[in-house]
């Protein structure tokens, strides 16, 4: 690694080692770089990664709640924002925030997904918005990855 190179952040704690982003620097805004073997790792490691920015340490939620999701968008993009769209609603107005998933179906049309987590006294970060901000998600040789803002 040169002196450019920027050292790779330490892993929040309770985030698992195949939830692959990283946060990225963005004016005004948060985003996070994401990545994943396919589109279901893709939805996985993005709502690990929005969490670590929710939760300052995910080990403390505990998974005791259930709850279910079935979403439906119409291409990749439309349902990673309507994913994290739901898990952010679910922050902000029960203090839920998901500490397990369960994708039971996963297409870029629908998603049905079964979470557990809890709620927690406090939000680190508040999320005002996933947004459409450049959004593409990506083919790479290792799968697929895509750049998502988030208005705070």
Known sequence: MDASTPSPAPRPAGVPQTADFTVVEHTADWA??????????????????MNSLLVADLTTVRPVQ????????????SMLVEWLSELAYLAERDGFVAREFELDSVS????QARLRGNTVPELQKHIKAVTYHKLEVRETAAGLEATIVFDV
């Open 32 to 49: 996070l770089q994401v990545r994943g073997r396919d589109f279901a790792a893709l939805l996985l490691s993005a709502a690990w990664g």
């Open 66 to 77: 259930e709850r279910s999701l079935d979403i439906t968008a119409f291409d990749r993009e």
């Open 108 to 111: 870029p049309e629908r998603l």
